[in-house]
């Protein structure tokens, strides 16, 4: 439960982010974006356990750039989308809000496969002391999709208070996320 708890933080912190920076959620797109979080958390650690010690060697040395890049380009872009929003000639379209976040499906996907890289070396870590990896993984899985139900629904929130900074806000939270995880594996043997 703990180690669900701590994996899904990422996710509840983008789901938050994401939440803010889109004019309006629908209940089904909430739920669609908790499934997919939840879904990967869930699904990572089971690949990680799988691939085991071999794969732990070739992907180590990098996760956290991969996790990093794709966080930041997503935040970076967030972000260009709040500052370009604020000049005077941007015109404001509805539909453009959609088209950005968890509102669209393939930024969904980087976000939660970005999102869930550590559960990878979590499954590894599973593999490696030779315990079972479904029950654990169905735990992540099912605390990851709470936590991210609860983060958009807490975004909502956010949302009214922070008004047209949203996306500058937002994607800068992404970026940090990129920037924590790249610091933990950079910083770690020190």
């Given at each position: 439960?703990?180690?669900?708890?701590a994996l899904?933080m990422?996710?509840?912190?983008v789901?938050?982010?994401?939440?803010?920076?889109?004019?309006?959620?629908p209940?089904?797109?909430g739920?669609r974006?908790?499934?997919?979080?939840?879904?990967?958390?869930?699904?990572?650690?089971?690949v990680?356990?799988?691939?085991?010690?071999?794969f732990?060697q070739?992907?180590q040395?990098?996760d956290?750039?991969?996790?990093f890049?794709l966080?930041a380009?997503v935040?970076?872009k967030?972000i260009?989308e709040?500052?370009r929003?604020r000049s005077p000639e941007?015109c404001?379209?509805?539909?453009?809000?959609?088209?950005?976040?968890?509102?669209?499906?393939n930024?969904?996907t980087i976000?939660?496969?970005?999102?869930?890289i550590?559960?990878?070396a979590?499954?590894?870590?599973?593999?490696?002391?030779?315990?079972?990896?479904?029950g654990?993984?169905?735990?992540?899985?099912?605390?990851t999709?709470?936590?991210?139900a609860?983060?958009i629904q807490?975004?909502?929130?956010?949302k009214t208070?922070l008004?047209?900074w949203?996306?500058?806000?937002?994607?800068?939270?992404l970026?940090?996320i990129?920037?924590?995880?790249?610091a933990e594996h950079l910083?770690k043997?020190i």
């Amino acid at each position: 439960m703990l180690i669900g708890l701590a994996l899904s933080m990422d996710a509840f912190a983008v789901s938050v982010s994401a939440s803010i920076c889109t004019a309006s959620i629908p209940a089904v797109i909430g739920l669609r974006a908790a499934l997919f979080f939840g879904f990967f958390q869930f699904a990572m650690p089971v690949v990680g356990w799988y691939l085991g010690g071999a794969f732990r060697q070739l992907i180590q040395g990098f996760d956290h750039w991969i996790a990093f890049l794709l966080l930041a380009a997503v935040g970076g872009k967030m972000i260009y989308e709040g500052i370009r929003a604020r000049s005077p000639e941007a015109c404001p379209d509805p539909d453009e809000a959609k088209s950005h976040g968890i509102m669209k499906l393939n930024t969904l996907t980087i976000l939660a496969f970005a999102t869930s890289i550590d559960a990878l070396a979590v499954g590894l870590s599973y593999s490696m002391i030779g315990s079972p990896i479904y029950g654990p993984a169905a735990v992540i899985g099912v605390t990851t999709f709470l936590t991210c139900a609860l983060g958009i629904q807490f975004g909502r929130k956010l949302k009214t208070i922070l008004e047209e900074w949203a996306d500058i806000v937002g994607g800068t939270v992404l970026v940090l996320i990129g920037l924590k995880i790249l610091a933990e594996h950079l910083f770690k043997h020190i």
